[in-house]
């Protein structure tokens, strides 16, 4: 004897079945208009989008390989308006490879990671910040010698920086650094990867989870994933 979910003592497995499929029928056009498209929003960009940030005023930082969206020449980053429109009032700075991560920091200046080396007319190796209005920031130019896969703006400022690189301000750092909020090498914080971290996710307890292809990392074995602490 099977008990029915509406209530009475019998209630046959073929009569559950249906009324679950006309349950389904039911919900379905709701789950549809749920995972639709937004008809208004379409910036069309040329390439690969490989980065999203939003902003605090809804902005929204996009990065990739890109060099038109919204019907507008931009290589490789642009910023929309909530519309998907490009906000002219950030700088058409053009970056000459892949960005593969994009942090805005609390101060409101937003950090690129990727395989460039030249932002605008200036070289920057796979790292550089922008001002809020996109400008470049001139002081800020930590030079990594390999990829830069991700970052973690950290709400004192500093900045947690991942990817394929050996070196870093000028110092070893394998894979992993992480930055004073003027560019300089944190030199307290070197967890020391094995191999290189993709991915960076930064918990409200100031803990951070780190994801790659490493198999030790804090001078532990982890396989591909961690957590590492705030120090």
Not at 109 to 122: E, K, P
Not at 145 to 159: C, M, R
Not at 195 to 218: E, M, N, S, T, Y
């Amino acid at each position: 004897m099977q008990r029915n979910i509406l209530g009475s003592s019998r209630f046959s497995t073929t009569t559950l079945h249906c009324f679950l499929l006309l349950l389904a029928f039911a919900l379905l056009p709701a789950l549809c208009a749920a995972q639709s498209a937004d008809d208004g929003y379409d910036p069309n960009a040329s390439n690969t989008v490989l980065t999203l940030a939003v902003q605090p005023d809804g902005k929204l930082l996009v990065g990739g390989d890109f060099t038109t969206i919204a019907g507008t020449t931009r290589f490789r980053l642009t910023r929309l308006n909530a519309d998907g429109g490009v906000d002219t009032g950030f700088a058409a700075t053009s970056v000459n490879s892949s960005i593969f991560a994009i942090a805005v920091q609390a101060n409101g200046q937003i950090v690129i990671g990727g395989s460039f080396t030249q932002v605008g007319a200036s070289a920057r190796n796979r790292i550089a910040r922008l001002n809020a209005d996109g400008s470049l920031d001139s002081a800020f130019n930590p030079d990594a010698n390999g990829t830069v896969s991700a970052l973690a703006a950290q709400p004192d400022g500093k900045l947690v920086v991942s990817g394929g690189f050996t070196a870093i301000v000028g110092q070893t750092r394998n894979y992993i650094a992480r930055l004073n909020a003027d560019g300089t090498l944190d030199s307290a914080f070197n967890p020391n990867a094995s191999g290189g971290v993709i991915a960076l996710a930064l918990q409200p307890d100031g803990k951070l989870v780190v994801g790659g292809q490493f198999a030790v990392i804090g001078g532990q074995s982890r396989l591909n994933i961690a957590r590492l602490n705030a120090n």
